[in-house]
């Protein structure tokens, strides 16, 4: 058996975040194929919903870059790693010091998304709530209702370079986090992003998971940026689209097509003779 394994954004989605309808037709080939496909995306459930939609997921699936596998046919995750107070607690020192608004990611007992941040400072902030109220449907509260026995998936943020990078600097000197980072966020070339997590979530691990649980015998995935190292390390075939960070393409079996060309449609439908 073979496993696929999708990474979302700038490999599978077009720069419109969606499937295009090429890509929607292949993913059809390989179901009447039966080869087996999922994804493991830096997204929560509630950010992958939208684009995955009607595509025929039914696979267990990788959120928040390898902290969560969420199980279809349990309605349950596993695999989960969360920080702990302490982490939380010091990191949000750091984006104080910083003025920089941290968004903190929490999961119920009912396997519910919840995101408490503090008052808001800039426009970006603004566009991010819009982004996860409004289109992706995740429930916002002020951190001051963050429940005390919370538990927390991870903390996202956008921020000058600057600021990004000295808090990262500061978070990743405690043992279990890791910090993913990058620019181009909300038209503003100045405007970064960053996601925390507990250093042990990472896609490389979650995907042996899969591998062990299914019963693969062969993972070829496919990624375009740093938080998909892991994987490329993990699977017995990684590629990476012609976007990808150049990182990330030195590692790679191969590097295919642009993501907004289809360029892992093209690949699969010659790959696997679709």
Same mark, same amino acid.
């Given at each position: 058996?073979?496993?696929?394994?999708? &990474? %979302?954004?700038?490999?599978?989605?077009? #720069?419109?975040?969606?499937?295009?309808?090429?890509?929607?037709?292949?993913?059809? %080939?390989?179901? !009447?194929?039966?080869?087996?496909?999922?994804? @493991?995306?830096?997204?929560?459930?509630?950010?992958?919903i939208k684009p995955m939609a009607?595509?025929?997921?039914?696979?267990?699936? +990788?959120? #928040?870059?390898?902290?969560?596998?969420?199980?279809?046919?349990?309605?349950?995750?596993?695999? #989960?790693?969360?920080?702990?107070?302490?982490?939380?607690?010091?990191?949000?020192?750091?984006?104080?010091e910083q003025n920089v608004t941290?968004?903190?990611?929490?999961?119920?007992?009912?396997?519910?998304?919840? @995101?408490?941040? $503090?008052?808001?400072?800039?426009?970006?902030?603004?566009?991010?709530?819009?982004?996860?109220?409004?289109?992706?449907?995740?429930?916002?509260?002020?951190?001051?209702?963050? $429940?005390?026995?919370?538990?927390?998936?991870? +903390?996202?943020?956008?921020?000058?370079?600057?600021?990004?990078?000295?808090?990262?600097?500061?978070?990743?000197?405690?043992?279990?986090?890791?910090?993913?980072?990058? /620019?181009?966020?909300?038209?503003?070339?100045?405007?970064?992003?960053? &996601?925390?997590?507990?250093?042990?979530?990472?896609? /490389?691990?979650?995907?042996?998971? %899969? #591998? !062990?649980?299914?019963?693969?015998?062969?993972?070829?995935?496919? /990624?375009?940026?740093?938080?998909?190292?892991?994987?490329?390390?993990?699977?017995?075939?990684?590629?990476?689209?012609e976007n990808g960070l150049a990182?990330? !393409? @030195?590692?790679?079996?191969?590097?295919?097509?642009?993501?907004?060309?289809? /360029?892992? @449609?093209?690949?699969?439908?010659?790959?696997?003779?679709?």
């Open positions: 058996m073979e496993l696929i394994v999708f &990474d %979302l954004d700038g490999t599978l989605l077009n #720069k419109a975040s969606e499937i295009s309808d090429f890509t929607r037709d292949t993913l059809g %080939l390989l179901r !009447k194929r039966d080869i087996a496909f999922t994804v @493991a995306t830096g997204r929560t459930m509630h950010g992958a009607g595509h025929d997921f039914t696979l267990p699936q +990788i959120y #928040k870059n390898g902290v969560m596998i969420w199980h279809p046919e349990k309605e349950s995750y596993s695999h #989960k790693y969360m920080l702990t107070k302490t982490e939380l607690q010091t990191t949000l020192n750091s984006f104080a941290p968004f903190i990611f929490t999961l119920d007992e009912n396997n519910q998304h919840a @995101a408490y941040h $503090p008052p808001i400072q800039t426009d970006a902030d603004a566009r991010l709530i819009e982004e996860l109220s409004v289109n992706r449907g995740l429930p916002l509260n002020p951190v001051s209702e963050l $429940p005390e026995d919370a538990q927390i998936t991870n +903390i996202s943020a956008l921020g000058p370079f600057d600021a990004v990078e000295t808090i990262a600097a500061q978070v990743e000197t405690q043992d279990h986090l890791v910090v993913y980072r990058g /620019g181009g966020i909300q038209a503003s070339n100045n405007t970064h992003w960053m &996601d925390i997590h507990h250093s042990e979530g990472s896609k /490389g691990a979650a995907v042996l998971q %899969l #591998k !062990k649980h299914l019963g693969a015998s062969n993972v070829v995935c496919f /990624g375009d940026s740093d938080n998909d190292l892991s994987m490329f390390e993990t699977a017995d075939e990684a590629y990476a689209p990182e990330v !393409k @030195a590692v790679a079996t191969g590097v295919i097509g642009h993501h907004d060309e289809d /360029g892992i @449609a093209h690949f699969l439908r010659e790959r696997f003779s679709l």
